[in-house]
């Protein structure tokens, strides 16, 4: 677009303002010396509230896995083997080692 002397301007301000808005490039001259470009203002971003969420978003059981990629079925394996190790009788040292962790257990 050619430039817009300040007088017509200030006389069709309203029209250019649509324009510029639309997009277009408009540009004020005084005399035949580009002085001024009207351009839209850009919406400010809303401000982020603290806690607007709150409540509002419960995370699935995937997302809240400590172990991902099936890495917890090890670590419950590792757990059921380690019962039933526990459980096997290795005579005298297995009785004992039961009764001390018994006896921890009941003082919590």
């Keep these: 677009m050619k430039p817009v002397t300040i007088h017509a301007a200030k ?6 303002i649509n324009r510029a808005c639309a997009g277009e490039e408009v540009v004020i001259a005084r005399g ?5 470009r009207l351009v839209p203002v850009e919406a400010e971003k809303p401000r982020r509230k603290i806690g607007a969420k709150k409540g509002g978003v419960r995370p699935s059981r995937d997302d809240v896995d400590p172990f991902p ?16 190790f526990s459980s096997r009788s290795f005579g005298d040292t297995t009785m004992t080692i ?3 962790r018994d006896r921890r257990s009941a003082r919590r």
Excluded: H, I, Q, Y
């Design 69 to 84: 990629g099936g890495e917890s079925d090890f670590w419950e394996r590792a757990a059921r083997l380690r019962e039933e």
């Design 32 to 36: 035949k010396t580009p002085v001024v």
């Design 98 to 100: 039961r009764r001390e």
């Design 11 to 16: 006389t069709n301000l309203s029209k250019l």
